[in-house]
């Protein structure tokens, strides 16, 4: 079958994968194609056990794998078919050398660049899909346009807003697309590509452009924007624990104002993933270097506030539990960065997990998606940790359970059940808010939320 275009996605991660799985399923007259430097994820994205678990894109791969939809490792050949290349590899926080801990590590996608320049034999759109520094295009086009080939390459920014957990629903209804491109005449024509994809499910009005640096700038402060809401809330947690207020009638009362607006205003043991920590890090790391002193503490406290809310969850704990925890068996329910997915990285529940270990807790770790994770990002750590996918076993013989995650399926377990098969007195840390408190004190649990009183049976 002859296709109308061949869109290219490099690099097939949480962002390529269900970006690339999306725009294949709405645009059939497309040729979609993902490829990766890692053979062993191609592979599974070839097989009925895909790399990532995202609600909805098991089903979209398998119906039209094979048909508009391919992965290969053959990114040469991919590249030189191409018309538009996404490049969606990571970008992770540097941990070497200058700016390291702050600034983005741009060498994958400096690589990529390389190798689209080696392989290309005809102009292309290079479409920036991860999230980058403003004014990486600038670079990515010096690397690009340094070509011998007379080859003509122009770079448009379409940063992805997608969360993990809801990737295809957000993509599917996204409330925005956003394009940035140069003012130029190809620029515009390169943009119009570009919006001509995302036509096929989204209205116009839902489709903005700007130019590049604003658009790779908006992607940022998106970010910073949304982890700032949760330190916000947090920060109001510790202050509702002081006062006998209660977080979560705070977040309803602030909430119903529209100015505020009521999302993102669960209290919690912190934001995680990987995007929140390093976009920050990275803005704190751009206003530094514009001399914008207050502008980078600013944010650099977000990240801060977030830290401290993670030690404060396991210090609660210790001190809650008579001071010490040291061989005590304590299950933690959830280890993923939020409900939905397998993801854990920068998850709250890895910094948690070592600092009980590091008191000496004995843990019993259970989530539904996540725990192959789990046991990689706990490897090398000293200390005893059982990996239980189910959570009575995990809480069987447990003097504390403490919710890292808020799977709703933890929402409705037998508490009964697992309060007679631990130890007392036994004690529930809800570090997300999710369960009926009153029920589980009546139950007989000492049971500590998150900004409000606790419910303990000790006088
Ligand atoms: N995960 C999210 O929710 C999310 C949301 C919006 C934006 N982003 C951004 O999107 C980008 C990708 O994030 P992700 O979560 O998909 O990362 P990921 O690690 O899941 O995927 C990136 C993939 O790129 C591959 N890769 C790296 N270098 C390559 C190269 N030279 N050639 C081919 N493949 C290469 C890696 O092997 C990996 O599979 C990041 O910049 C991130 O900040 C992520």
């Known amino acids: 079958m002859e296709f109308e275009k061949n869109i290219l996605s490099i690099g097939a991660g949480y962002v390529g994968g269900p970006t690339m799985s999306v725009i294949a399923r709405q645009c059939p007259e497309y040729r979609v194609e993902l490829v990766d ?103 990515m086009e010096r690397i690009l346009s340094a070509n011998d080939k007379g080859l003509r390459f122009e770079v448009v920014s379409n940063p992805e807003f997608l969360a993990e957990g809801s990737a295809i629903n957000d993509l599917m209804k996204a409330d925005r697309v956003l394009i940035g491109h140069h003012q130029s005449k190809t620029g515009r024509k390169a943009a119009r590509e570009i919006v001509d994809i995302y036509r096929h499910w989204l209205p116009a009005r839902r489709i903005i452009t700007t130019n590049v640096w604003s658009s790779e700038l908006s992607k940022l402060i998106a970010n910073a924007f949304l982890a700032q809401r949760i330190s916000s809330i947090n920060a109001t947690a510790q202050i509702c624990e002081r006062s006998d207020a209660d977080v979560q009638e705070v977040a309803r ?62 210090r609660k704990m210790v001190s809650a539990m008579f001071n010490t925890v040291a061989g005590k068996k304590i299950a933690l329910l959830g280890f993923a960065f939020k409900a939905h997915t397998g993801d854990t990285r920068e998850s709250p529940a890895i910094d948690i997990a070592r600092q009980l270990l590091e008191e000496r807790a004995v843990l019993a770790i259970s989530d539904p998606r996540a725990l192959d994770n789990a046991r990689r990002d706990l490897e090398g750590i000293p200390g005893k940790v059982e990996f239980q996918p189910d959570p009575y076993r995990a809480a069987d013989g447990a003097s504390a359970l403490a919710i890292l995650t808020e799977w709703p399926e933890y929402r ?28 589980l004190f009546k139950l007989g649990f000492n049971v500590y939320p998150l900004g409000k009183k606790g419910l303990s049976h000790f006088r």
């Open 253 to 314: 009362a602030i909430g119903t104002d529209r100015r505020i607006g009521p999302r993102f205003l669960n209290a919690s043991v912190g934001f995680g993933g990987s995007c929140f920590k390093k976009d920050i890090l990275n803005l704190v790391y751009i206003a530094r270097s514009f001399g914008l002193e207050e502008v980078a503490d600013y944010w650099n406290m977000v990240v801060r506030l977030n830290e401290a809310q993670k030690a404060r969850f396991v």
């Open 412 to 439: 409705d377990l037998d508490y009964s059940r697992i309060y007679r098969r631990m130890n007392k007195p036994a004690f529930v840390f809800d570090g997300r808010n999710i369960l009926n408190h009153p029920v």
């Open 37 to 139: 430097i890692d053979h062993e994820k191609i592979a599974r994205w070839n097989s009925d056990d895909l790399p990532i678990y995202e609600p909805g894109l098991a089903e979209i791969v398998q119906s039209i794998r094979g048909r508009n939809l391919f992965f290969s490792t053959d990114i040469g050949a991919a590249i030189d078919r191409a018309d538009i290349i996404f490049v969606s590899v990571n970008t992770p926080t540097k941990t070497y050398g200058y700016g390291a801990g702050m600034a983005s590590d741009l060498q994958y996608w400096e690589q990529t660049a390389h190798t689209i320049v080696q392989h290309s034999r005809g102009d292309k759109i290079i479409v920036e899909k991860s999230t980058l520094p403003v004014r990486t295009a600038e670079a």
